[in-house]
């Protein structure tokens, strides 16, 4: 290796050095250290216990774990497909014929709530969604509705919690789906058209497949996010009313930071992200029969 090899080699190595410490220290550290984390009995004032696999082995038994997964499910069911139809639907309206000023009006409006604080949009929705003083119930009672308890009802709480975070997220396949459709070819939906093509027979034939890759992409991101929902029900409803909405992050979150049982909530984010990874693993698998690649 001549000098100036290896002094571009070194260069190389110090420009990667801040971006691999910055990883290493914030990224494989911390994963390396819950997953160790799970297998032990620790609550900061002593010093960890080790315990094998009782931390989970205790999770099965555990009917707050239990309801915690089924909550966050049904989460990840209705709100991905609501997310995703939403998304599609109203990335095919702005792709339609229309100016071009409204159409990057409309795809900033819709985006526009991703980049807010979902703290801060929560905190929002629980005054709007209040059932005293709020704005949802005072239009309600204009047209002879009683007031409904959005958040202190177990119908209802998990249906406000779906609403706000679809809300704030769908903007991100909002994106992805418009960027999709104007990356197929014209010259199909002309051909399409000349076979009687139009309408709903257009986008279930043409449109759908041709941007399925993109709704793939869209769909495993949207259900990742999901799976790790937090600040939407924390703020809103603290999990309640009861355990309705309480998601399997909020329990982490209090089983380390409330109980101080930092091994079990170790365990709980260990079988999650299996989880993640397993879901994730099905749609790619499931991906080789429904997405078209031109």
């Known amino acids: 290796m001549t000098t100036d090899s290896r002094s571009g080699a070194v260069l190389r190595w110090l420009f990667l050095a801040p971006t691999m410490l910055g990883v290493g220290v914030f990224v494989l550290v911390p994963i390396v250290g819950s997953l160790a984390l799970a297998f032990f ?9 080790f315990v094998g696999l009782r931390n989970f082995t205790e999770l099965a038994t555990d009917s707050t774990v239990a309801v915690s997964f089924l909550n966050t499910a049904v989460f ?11 998304a599609m639907l109203l990335a095919v309206l702005v792709q339609s014929r229309m100016p071009a000023w409204l159409r990057v009006f409309f795809r900033s409006t819709f985006f526009f709530p991703l980049v807010l604080s979902a703290a801060s949009v929560s905190i929002l929705m629980k005054y709007l969604f209040n059932e005293s003083y709020g704005v949802i119930n005072w239009a309600l009672s204009l047209v002879g509705i009683p007031a409904v308890p959005w958040l202190t009802s177990p119908q209802w709480a998990m249906v406000v919690v779906i609403a706000v975070y679809v809300w704030q997220n769908f903007g991100f396949s909002f994106l992805l789906f418009v960027g999709g459709l104007a990356a197929v070819p014209q010259e199909i939906y002309e051909a399409g058209a000349i076979d009687g093509a139009t309408g709903w027979r257009r986008f279930q034939h043409l449109t759908l497949p041709l941007v399925s890759p993109t709704v793939l992409v869209a769909s495993v991101m949207a259900i990742i996010s999901a799976l790790q929902v937090f600040d939407q029900p924390y703020v809103l409803t603290r999990g309640g009313p009861g355990d309705s909405t309480r998601t399997v992050v909020m329990v982490i979150y209090e089983s380390a930071f409330r109980q101080l049982e930092f091994g079990r909530a170790s365990a709980i984010g260990l079988v999650l992200m299996v989880l993640i990874m397993l879901v994730t693993a099905a749609q790619f698998r499931l991906a080789r029969r429904f997405v078209f690649y031109q």
């Open 76 to 86: 990840v069911v209705v709100a991905v497909a609501a997310q995703l139809a939403i």
């Open 41 to 49: 009995r620790w609550d900061i004032i002593t010093s960890p216990q």
